[in-house]
């Protein structure tokens, strides 16, 4: 099933003569009324619902089922909505509730380790920890995977939700490297080819720059040229 199965009121926002373009724009304006370059992250609360949109909006632009692509089961992302999103009207709850990911063994490795190293109480941690594990899987840069504007915002929710994890990256890391490297740790396996990180050759693949155009912001640029 497609998201606009999902999310029927959604989609018929999101659906235009550049639907492909606008999804991601259209998915997040649906959910918060603002556009994502507007989000208000000031209070914990509200980066978190920030977050949770970025992540459905990233999800509803690559196509196809949107609690596949998010890393949620239909259970749980009818449980996210009413949460953080109340007022949208969900049509389709029984379908929805219905629907069930296949496990995946590398996203299910990522999702267990960051639920060990949950620092939040509530459902939040457990839904993240799905979201990103799934979302680290897709080619781009996990923030921008994660639909968020900046690295600094995939920091700041894994420190404030991962904290013990998002510690032991003192070096900087990617954070996708970074997760990768703790799970061989944790499995006793070495993933570097040298014992110091300056002197390896993949030293740019590990702790490169990570800054760029957000896809959402790089959609409103490319329909407005």
Known sequence: MSDAHFLPSLAACAVDINSQMHRGIATYRMLTGVHPADADITIDSKFDR???????????????????KAGLSGLELVALLE??????????????????????????????????????????GRWLASMIARRAIEPDHLWEALGL?????????????????????????RWKRFFYRMLCEN???????????????????????????????????????
């Open 149 to 173: 504007r900046n690295r600094g915002e995939l920091s700041r929710l894994l420190s404030r939700h991962f904290a013990p994890l998002a510690a032991r990256n003192f070096n900087n890391m």
């Open 83 to 124: 949460q953080y999103f109340p007022t949208l009207e969900i049509k389709l709850a029984k379908q929805l509730s219905a629907f069930n990911c296949e496990e995946d063994d590398e996203i299910a490795m990522l999702r267990d380790l960051l639920l060990k190293q949950r620092s939040t109480e509530g459902d939040i």
């Open 50 to 68: 920030h977050v949770v949109a970025s992540i459905l909006a990233a999800a509803t632009m690559d196509g196809g089922s949107l609690p596949e």
């Open 187 to 225: 499995e006793g396996l070495v993933m570097c080819t040298t014992p110091v990180c300056n002197q390896c050759n993949d030293f740019n693949i590990c702790f490169g720059e990570e800054s760029g155009e957000s896809r959402m912001a790089e959609r409103r640029r490319d329909f407005l040229l």
